[in-house]
């Protein structure tokens, strides 16, 4: 695994998350990356107040990493069309998020260790969906627009109360409110897999 660092810049692609040229391969660094991160690369958003970081990532295409990690003082913007896709981990967390996101980013976490998931810390995100037999546990209290969860072999969980202003999925797989937090969803609620409430609050417009 290798490590990439976001910088921005690239002269018309500033922002943009697929652009080679908008990574380098060290903290506040100016040696490019070389390439693209992908299912290979822990990808590190860093601070808009580095001196060599110049612009905030925008995701404008659908694309995989490794694991990724937001800054304090870093703004990751999310576009409702395309999602940041997450298949392992980097000290215990498949995403860690320490920064600002905007515009609902979508993240797919599908992993088969068992992982930490931080999706919202900086703000609300867009759909969030846990695939692949590796065991996920929310962490925070995060606000998630749509939340799916879809395979049979997982056993999920949260840290902290649970905030969703869409719809919440379990295909498959099972979903535990942990130590009784709360768990609010503003649409509907359809469960073919398992969804243990344990004493939580829980509310929500329908179930099915």
Known sequence: MATAYWCGGDSGNETDIDVAANYVDAANGTNPFGSVPDSDDHVIFQSLALSNVSHNCTINANIEFYSIKTEAGSTLTGNASYTITVVNETSDYATKIDGTIASTPNFTINTTVDTRVDVSDGGAAGTVTFLGTGNKQ???????????????????????????????????????????????????VSVVGTLTCNASVVAMRSIS
């Open 138 to 188: 929310l962490r925070g209290t995060p606000t998630i627009t749509n939340f799916i969860i879809n395979d049979a072999s997982s056993d999920n969980d949260t840290s902290g109360a649970v905030t969703i202003t869409g719809d919440f999925t379990i295909t498959a797989g099972i979903f535990d409110t942990g130590a009784d937090h709360a768990l609010t969803v503003t649409g509907d």
